[in-house]
């Protein structure tokens, strides 16, 4: 594929250049570079700021709200929205369940919930993982057992990503449990989160953040018509949401934002005047993680531009190893960088202006955005279980 940029595209780039500049916040700027968890209040200001331009779901179709750019324009997008330090939406909506309700939902699903979900007014969170059962999804042992014209769950999930910001739920449950998951023991259904039986206790992670959570289903009564799709089809369902997570979980455009900070930290003299990017080791690093992140950004461009039918789970594995190894390497060289300066760790709700001797505003949000990537290479599925997948589909091992 042809990846220069044409005229076009470079007038597009300064378009959404300098919108995004301009439409957000310089506090919620000022909290998205720092690395924290984003506040449910920047993502849902943030999310209404593209809608009401048209811009909040580039990928979707342009049926759907979409608005029919290239896979080059949405990358260019989002690039552009990261180096003006705007928050990464919640993606449980616009990326994941808002994909597959536009692919396989009823008439009715659409209509309810694909307008919603483009405006911020409802938050949706994914129940996949369970304790002992999170990379291997077809050990799932959530239940939901047709009772009338309802189905009633039971089960539990764990590490639930922003369930405690999340209106709906859409939930992998065993639907018949006589047949193996991947032949049609699996289904999702979707439910309100404010409803008897649905308990969310959260989970404070070593970055002293709350993000993730466990949540307890006990007899959920849920309508029929909210099992998406058709009943027994939650395996191929998975497989589907899976890639997107794991195309996007490559995060190139924020990776290059930090790495553009890092740059900029490191060629910055001291009061002495030496300059930490002199340092050939650490020289040497920049520039490896530089080749690499292009490299990446080459693979992911060319995995979107490609047609769907042609995408394979393999090369999504292979996207989301990459993109999470290089996020951590990025946040270990920001913290062997400052030195003494990395230890102080400061939870996401410090004033870091405020706080003297440190080299910039973002410095306190280095520690703790550090010990959270720890876990990119887990989540979206353990980077051993995408090498086992890479394995058996490319290798046949």
């Not at 700021?49 to 896979?71: C, F, M, N, Q």
């Not at 042992?141 to 764990?158: E, F, M, P, S």
């Not at 009943?231 to 996007?248: C, M």
Request: contains cysteine; charged residues 25%; proline residues 6%.
């Amino acid at each position: 594929m042809d990846l220069k940029l044409t005229a076009e595209d470079e007038a597009f780039r300064r378009e959404v250049r300098d919108f995004v500049r301009s439409a957000v916040p310089a506090d919620m700027a000022r909290r998205t570079r720092r690395g924290g968890h984003t506040p449910k209040a920047d993502l849902q200001a943030w999310n209404r700021i593209l809608y009401d331009k048209g811009w909040v779901a580039p990928h979707w179709p342009r049926e759907y709200g979409g608005t029919g750019w290239s896979a080059l324009r949405i990358h260019i997008f989002e690039e552009e929205c990261a180096a003006a330090d705007a928050p990464f939406l919640s993606y449980f909506g616009l990326r994941l369940i808002g994909p597959l309700l536009y692919t396989f939902g009823s008439p009715r699903q659409k209509e309810l919930h694909l307008g919603p979900i483009l405006r911020g007014d409802v938050f949706w969170c994914q129940g996949f993982s369970e304790p002992g059962s999170g990379s291997d999804l077809a050990s799932v042992r959530t239940t939901a057992a047709r009772d009338g014209d309802d189905y009633v769950i039971n089960g539990q999930k764990i590490w639930t990503t922003e369930a405690h910001y999340a209106d709906k739920m859409f939930c992998l449950a065993r639907t018949n449990p006589d047949v193996p998951p991947q032949k049609g023991g699996l289904s999702i259904l979707m439910f309100d989160m404010n409803q008897p039986g649905v308990t969310v206790r959260p989970i404070v992670t070593i970055d002293e953040g709350h993000s993730v959570n466990e949540v307890f289903l006990d007899n959920v009564r849920v309508p029929a018509v909210d099992l998406l799709g058709e009943a027994g089809q939650g395996w191929t369902y998975a497989k589907f949401l899976l890639g997107n997570e794991r195309v996007s979980n490559a995060q190139v455009p924020r990776s290059r934002r930090d790495l553009q900070l890092l740059r900029a930290r490191a060629e910055a003299p001291d009061a002495s005047g030496a300059r930490l990017v002199d340092n050939p080791d650490i020289r040497q690093r920049l520039a490896q993680l530089e080749i690499d992140l292009a490299a990446l950004e080459w693979s992911v461009l060319r995995v979107l531009a490609s047609p769907e039918g042609e995408r394979t789970q393999a090369s999504a594995s292979g996207l989301k190893i990459t993109g999470s190894e290089i996020q951590q390497r990025i946040s270990e060289l920001a913290y062997d960088l400052l030195g003494p300066l990395g230890v102080p760790f400061y939870g996401e709700d410090d004033v870091a202006g405020d706080l003297p001797g440190f080299a910039s505003p973002d410095v306190p949000g280095v520690a703790a955005r550090q010990l959270f990537l720890r876990a990119a290479s887990i989540y979206a599925g353990s980077n051993e279980i995408q090498r086992t997948i890479i394995a058996k589909q490319v290798f046949s091992l």
